[in-house]
C-alpha cells in the first residue's frame, strides 16, 4: 500500500523556520522524482521544490528560491523541506508528490498545514 505522509507544519511567526517532512513506503523510493507543492486558500496548488531520485538535481519556484531547500534521504524513504525566512505569503496545505515519470504514475500526501502570521 502506497503512502505519503507529511509532517511537520504549523503556526509560525514571519521570519521563522520549519521542517516539513514526507515519509513514503509502498513504492521504491530512490527512483521517483519528490515534489513539494503548496495551495493557499482561493489560489491553486502550486509547485514549490522538486528533487530527483538520486538528490542530485533540485528546482526551486521563484518565490522561495534561497529560503526553502529540498532534501531527501534515500535510505529511510523521507524527503524534507527546510523553509527559512517564512512570510505571511507562504502560508497554504503543503502536499509531497512522488512520480515516476517513464511508469507515469504519481503518489500525492494528505497535506500538512503552514501558517505563518504573527
Known amino acids: 500500500q502506497v503512502q505519503l505522509v507529511e509532517s511537520g507544519g504549523g503556526l509560525v511567526q514571519p521570519g521563522g523556520s520549519l521542517r516539513l517532512s514526507c515519509a513514503a513506503s509502498g513504492f521504491i523510493f530512490s527512483i521517483y522524482d519528490m515534489k513539494w507543492y503548496r495551495q493557499a486558500p482561493g489560489k491553486e496548488r502550486e509547485l514549490v521544490a522538486d528533487i530527483t531520485g538520486s538528490g542530485s538535481v533540485a528546482n526551486y519556484a521563484h518565490s522561495v528560491k534561497g529560503r526553502f531547500y529540498i532534501s531527501r534521504d534515500n535510505g529511510n524513504n523521507i524527503v524534507y523541506l527546510q523553509m527559512n525566512s517564512l512570510e505571511p505569503e507562504d502560508t497554504g496545505l503543503y502536499f509531497c508528490?512522488?512520480?515516476?515519470?517513464?511508469?507515469?504514475?504519481?503518489?500525492w500526501g494528505h497535506g500538512t498545514q503552514v501558517t505563518v502570521s504573527s
Open positions: 508528490n512522488a512520480v515516476q515519470t517513464v511508469w507515469k504514475t504519481d503518489y
